[in-house]
């Protein structure tokens, strides 16, 4: 919001993108709603009544990312970068609840009916008997809708795309875009539609329009990857129906997106000979154990220029942290050398057990010592230089022990937590308690 004509918007950076609007009528103490309204009626939480049925989507992954599967009368913002795979995911979808004896509709703003035919021949979906239309007006698509059966699925491709005639402005612009929303969230809500708005992302990857967006939806999705990379992973930043720590992960394949249900192999490079920097951490996504190799690599510097630090798919902070952490705790020297970190496939790392991994892949890099390449790392590190317990520590370490890991390195009450190991059958796991215990372990034996 600008309070003077302003031609680039201060948020996403776009031009020629604000508009005008008339500031709202201040109210005066005149004004007393204290009286004249209808009585609003109270109910009990638990009165009978009917809890909506969920809907399976057809793609199990699709449907665990929205914690258990489409709710009817609520309404999904999809973000994710342009090109990742947005509208593919969502014509799979669209064709699933079509095929399965519900209605789906799919409105294409961006794009023709025919290229939208093309995808669908190109993923093998030409059969299933989808509504598609191209239509930009929200007049004119709530009109149709209101003339015929209530849909299960309603798909808007994308929100940005969408113009009403009631409001002043182009389509895109942050009361286009609002009003558009509204008017489609109150038909999906006043019918018991599901609803799915496809949203564009700006450059740093928030979704372009106006925030509130994300408040008026009930769940917000982003739809993640590196383009060039096979694996797409969707998550739930906002969930009024389920959990948002869930994922649903996807290979992009020619005939479409490919369900992964087992990505636990997913993220490690898979090479035989063990390598100075590596190390690999088993995350938790939700429910889920994901094996993912970290990359460190470090070079030192011969002049006093300032070195570089780089983070993919990590915390820059949190790295920065590490690197004083272990500067402070364990006298290691990282002030003249470069600090390049990488999580491999494309992964963005969120768990915070991540740190003793990560720890272990710089101490690796710095002194050139390969660590095992059957070992797992995991646990948080404190600024005193402890390795703090972490959760899910057993499951962490069945699914190491599954994949064929036999070491597993993490905080010293874990090993208390899983007594006997039964957590991971065939792995010997090693607690680690202070910091230095671990830069002494990797530093001393080659
Ligand atoms: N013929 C093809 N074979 C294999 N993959 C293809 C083919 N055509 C497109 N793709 C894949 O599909 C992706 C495009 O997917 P899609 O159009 O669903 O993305 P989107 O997120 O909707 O993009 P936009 O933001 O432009 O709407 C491409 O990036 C590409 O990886
Ligand atoms: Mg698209």
Partial sequence: MATRWQGQCADCGEWNTLVEEAPQTV???????????????FTPLDAPGELPVRRASGLAEF?????????PGSAILMGGDPGIGKSTLLLQVSAHIASSGGTAVYVSGEEAAGQVRLRAERLGLSKAPILMASATSVRDILTTLGNMDTPSLLVIDSIQTMHSDQIEGAPGTVSQVRGCAFELIRYAKENGVTLILVGHVTKDGNIA????????????????GERSHQYRILRSLKNRFGPVDEIGVFAMEGAGLAEVGNPSMLFLSGREEPMAGSAVFPAMEGTRPVLIEIQ?????????????RAVVGWDNGRMAMLLAVLEARCGLNFSSAEVYLNVAGGYRLSDPAADLAVAAALVSALGDKPLSSNAVWFGEVSLAGEIRPVAHSAIRQRESAKLGFAKAFG????????????????????????????????????
Avoid at 63 to 71: I, S
Avoid at 297 to 308: C, H, M, Y
Avoid at 428 to 441: E, I, Q, S, Y
């Fill in 296 to 308: 460190a690599l470090i070079v030192r510097l011969q002049s006093g220029a300032t070195p570089r």
């Fill in 209 to 224: 329009g106006p925030r509130v967006l994300e408040h008026m939806v009930d769940v917000v999705m982003s739809f993640e």
């Fill in 411 to 446: 905080p010293s009450s874990a090993a208390e937590q899983d007594p006997g190991g039964e957590g991971g059958k065939g792995l010997a796991f090693t607690g680690l308690g202070m910091l230095p215990n671990l830069v002494d372990r990797i530093l001393s034996d080659a």
């Fill in 63 to 71: 449907d665990r990312a929205l914690g258990g599967g489409l709710v």
């Fill in 27 to 41: 109210f005066s103490s005149k004004h007393d709603l204290s009286s004249g309204g209808r009585p609003i009626v």
